[in-house]
């Protein structure tokens, strides 16, 4: 194919911007004349309107997605001395959460299928010193919940969502995030409901774990200056709550929209050489559309998509058992599906406003490079 295109970026968030101004100015012009600025009424009508929106009895506005992580780990009594089980393809924070408070990541290879973790793989590392599983609804697809769930009652064990691609995924009916003990979102820009800013919120329908999860989030207080334990200064700001609560309403629309666009690409990309296509599975809100590129070519491919102007992203490029903090660690083991994702996944344009003149010139290039320059 020759020439190239009009650039085309990963991810575009002006459209949203334009289409939703005047609403978004509203909501942050209410916020400023307000003169309250962290947590206060904005936050709490968020709090309220998203619980309600996942079918969740307590929803905790946090200042990020990483945050919730580590507060709801606390919260559900994770720390010193334990293990969590998890994946190794995912964003750092979710092994970093488990480091921060004190306890042990352990790694479980992912279905190669789902880039999910493996149920399967999953009891046989369980130890005494386990404490709590900790799976990723990695690109918007939703976990084996269901095994996941039945391996943590009969080991008595925690079980705390990555939600942070995910948001609006269902899982048999389900929203994400409200199957285990808690739920931690992200609200960082580039997420399906994502705020100008950073911001995460953790869910739960545990009393004990919601009043823990509000005190950590205020310096280990119910009231200020009456600390009970040593927290974090975690509060969800009111501009973001504001710019979540306008942009709350939209988000099932919008995660039609990226489905119809992954469904467009499986059907434009279908048959190229080379090139393993993501399963429309249920509940999959594709926060990112991921293929596999084989043959050792991802890297030469994703440098031609470049220079005709398309925007594509590799997550993750390392996984979590091989990076430097952990890697030398004796409680980690190979994972070798994770560490061949590693080197094949290329993530493309994806988004409710991303346009069939864009999907054709994607899939065309990517198709015409498979086929004919690296075939």
């Given at each position: 194919m020759a020439g190239g295109v009009n650039r085309i970026p990963i991810l575009d968030l002006s459209p949203e911007i334009e289409e939703l101004?005047?609403?978004?100015?509203?909501?942050i012009t209410r916020v400023l004349r307000s003169g309250q600025f962290i947590l206060g009424p904005e936050v709490e009508a968020f709090e309220r309107e998203v619980a309600e929106y996942l079918g969740v009895k307590h929803a905790i506005g946090l200042n990020s997605g990483t945050d919730a992580l580590v507060i709801g780990l606390r919260a559900l009594g994770v720390g010193p001395g334990d293990e969590v089980i998890t994946t190794p393809f995912t964003f750092f924070a979710t092994a970093e959460a488990i480091s921060l408070v004190g306890a042990t990541p352990v790694?479980?290879?992912?279905?190669?299928?789902?880039?999910?973790?493996?149920?399967?793989?999953?009891?046989?590392a369980i130890t005494s010193r386990t404490k709590?599983?900790?799976?990723?609804h990695l690109y918007g697809r939703p976990a084996e919940m269901d095994a996941i769930l039945a391996i943590a009652e009969e080991q008595g064990l925690k079980v705390l969502e990555d939600c942070a691609q995910a948001f609006g995924a269902t899982y048999r009916g389900k929203k994400v995030g409200t199957l285990g003990h808690a739920g931690?979102?992200?609200?960082?820009?580039?997420?399906?409901?994502?705020?100008y800013g950073d911001g995460g919120l953790l869910v739960t329908n545990d009393d004990g774990v919601?009043?823990?999860?509000?005190?950590?989030?205020?310096?280990?207080?119910?009231?200020?200056?009456?600390?009970?334990?040593?927290?974090?200064?975690s509060r969800l700001d009111a501009l973001q709550a504001a710019i979540l609560r306008v942009k709350l309403p939209h988000v099932d629309r919008w995660n039609e929209k990226r489905r119809q666009v992954a469904e467009r690409y499986?059907?434009?990309?279908?048959?190229?050489?080379?090139?393993v296509l993501p399963e429309i599975s249920e509940g999959h809100v594709f926060h990112q559309y991921t293929v596999r590129i084989l043959g050792g070519k991802r890297d030469r491919l994703q440098q031609a998509l470049a220079k005709a102007g398309i925007g594509t992203m590799v997550?993750?490029?390392?996984?979590?058992?091989?990076?430097?903090v952990y890697s030398k660690k004796e409680s980690t083991k190979e994972c070798l599906n994770a560490t061949q994702a590693s080197e094949e996944v290329l993530s493309l344009p994806i988004g409710p406003f991303v346009s069939q003149r864009e999907m054709t010139s994607v899939a065309g290039h990517l198709r015409w490079l498979l086929t004919h320059t690296y075939a």
């Open positions: 101004w005047d609403d978004l100015m509203a909501a790694f479980v290879d992912i279905d190669p299928k789902t880039f999910n973790i493996d149920p399967n793989l999953i009891p046989a709590a599983i900790l799976p990723v931690a979102f992200s609200f960082f820009p580039s997420k399906n409901l994502g705020a919601a009043e823990l999860a509000r005190m950590l989030r205020a310096h280990g207080s119910k009231r200020k200056y009456y600390n009970e334990m040593v927290g974090y200064n499986n059907e434009l990309l279908s048959g190229v050489p080379g090139l997550y993750y490029p390392v996984p979590l058992h091989e990076l430097p």
